[in-house]
Every structure is written in C-alpha cells, then in structure tokens.
C-alpha cells in the first residue's frame, strides 16, 4: 500500500504540472516558476511526511502512530511557513496573490490523498 501511495504521488505531480504549465502560459494566470517550484516543494515535504507516519504505523504500541501522526503535521507547518516566508522575502512587491492561492489548493490536494491512503493503511494494521 505504501508503493501506492508513491506512484500516486508521482501521477498526481505530474498532472498538476502539466496544468499548471498551461495555465501559466504567456498571458497566464499564474506565475510559471513559482508555482511549479512550489508544487515540487508540497510533493516533497507530502513525501517526508508519510514517510514519518508509515514508518511509525508499523508499532505495537499505538501511541507511536500517534505521535508519527504529529510529527509529520508538525514537520508539514513548519517547511510551509518557511516556503512561504522565503517566498514572501524573495519576491516582496512582485508577488502574484493567485499563486499563494493555487498552492494552498495544491497542499490540500496533497493532504486529501495523504490521508485517504492513510486512513487505510492504518485500519490494515
């Protein structure tokens, strides 16, 4: 189940952006760089953070699960705030609002799936 989770990662990324890529076309809506970077970035910290929770889902002891749970909510918060503060340093004036936007719906996708697969793998053990 845990390769599943993966190989929809991937397929999921990959979709979203190829959208993104033609939704940020000359006169696009969103800036190009910024939210494939971004989407790159929410894929990789979606990836640590079931890494965390899986690994820890495999205990006895079910107060393991739950704090594999939190850490990877925390770990989530945390590298968030950061891309978003060096996002907000970096481009100051010249941010575009709509791709704050388009990447707080990304990580909400990125969550859904995340603990849909979850969800399941955890009435498994």
Known sequence: MKHKFYII?????AILLSVEYLMSSKEGLFTRSVVQIGTLILAVIAFLSFYFTEKSISHENPNKFVRGVMLATLIKLFLC??????????????????DLFLLMFVYMIFSSVEAVIMSRLSRIK
């Open 9 to 13: 990662l991937v397929v999921i990324t």
């Open 81 to 98: 705030i950061i891309g978003v503060g060096v996002l907000l340093v970096t481009l100051r004036k010249d941010l575009h609002k709509p």
